[in-house]
């Protein structure tokens, strides 16, 4: 039996100034943290999978940071887009040497798919009509393997208005077109900055904490939790099955703090 051990990690939001906090934790140092805590709380992974966020301030130094912190991973890392990133500098600096930007994949016995939901300038996310006929030929292609499909935003309510009224504005879309392949297994997306887990169909539906500070489930308004920066550790049986557990920091990083509520 071959399983694919992968680790998340999402919504880093880094910056130019690796000084730099957001809502009271240096975001670069609360990224380093997590990563050499999940590395030390699971295997040697076979891929990382980061779904967003990466960097804050659209620089390039940003991202730059990025692949440098990344790079104790040992292992290819795969990016997408949130909300706060800028997609043509990723796409220049995070689509080599290790890295890749969206597209697609094969992982061992399962495929994997990597979408753009980014809406320039706005907080809620939009699959394109070009990304979600590109989702369809890829599930076409990958129609005899089980499929992990991630994006930032994730397509299901989560529960909390004001997250969810900055969703992907076209979820019932995407999952209207996942309901055509069953293979699709597993979706996995950030943006929420915490832990969801949900069914539709037979895909498990997946959102995670970030790597610096997280919100609280189920609000109405933006409140900040007190949970420590966090991880994901994902399972990919051959079987199509996938076991997965949230790993978190054994402390807080900084002082987290509502400091702009209007930020996700
Ligand atoms: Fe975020």
Request: aromatic share 6%.
């Amino acid at each position: 039996m071959q399983t694919v051990q992968l680790l998340q990690v999402t919504d880093p939001h880094l910056f130019a100034d690796p000084a730099t906090e957001l809502y009271g934790v240096n975001t670069a140092e609360s990224l380093r943290l997590t990563l050499a805590a999940a590395l030390a709380d699971g295997p040697a992974p076979d891929a990382v999978l980061v779904t967003g966020d990466i960097g804050d301030d659209m620089s390039a130094a940003a991202y730059m940071h990025f692949k440098r912190a990344l790079a104790v991973c040992g292992a290819p890392v795969f990016c997408l887009p949130g909300n706060h990133d800028d997609p043509a500098l990723m796409t220049q600096l995070l689509n080599r040497g290790g890295f890749q930007y969206c597209g697609s994949a094969r992982l061992g016995p399962w495929g994997l798919v990597l979408l753009d939901t980014h809406v320039p300038g706005r907080p809620h996310g939009r699959l394109s009509g070009a990304e979600l006929e590109r989702l369809d030929a890829e599930l076409r292609a990958l129609h005899d393997v089980p499929v992990l499909v991630c994006l930032h935003h994730p397509p299901v309510p989560v529960g909390s208005a004001w997250l969810d009224g900055v969703g992907l504005l076209n979820g019932t879309e995407f999952l209207d077109l996942i309901d055509r392949h069953p293979n699709v297994r597993c979706v996995l997306a950030g943006h929420v900055h915490q832990a969801f887990d949900a069914q539709h169909g037979s895909a498990r539906i997946i959102a995670s904490p970030s790597t610096c500070a997280q919100f609280t489930p189920r609000t109405e308004r933006c409140v900040m939790d007190d949970r420590p920066p966090g991880y994901r550790w994902l399972s990919l049986h051959d079987d199509g099955a996938v076991s997965t557990r949230v790993g978190w920091l054994p402390q807080l990083v900084g002082s987290p703090r509502d400091e702009n509520e209007s930020r996700r």
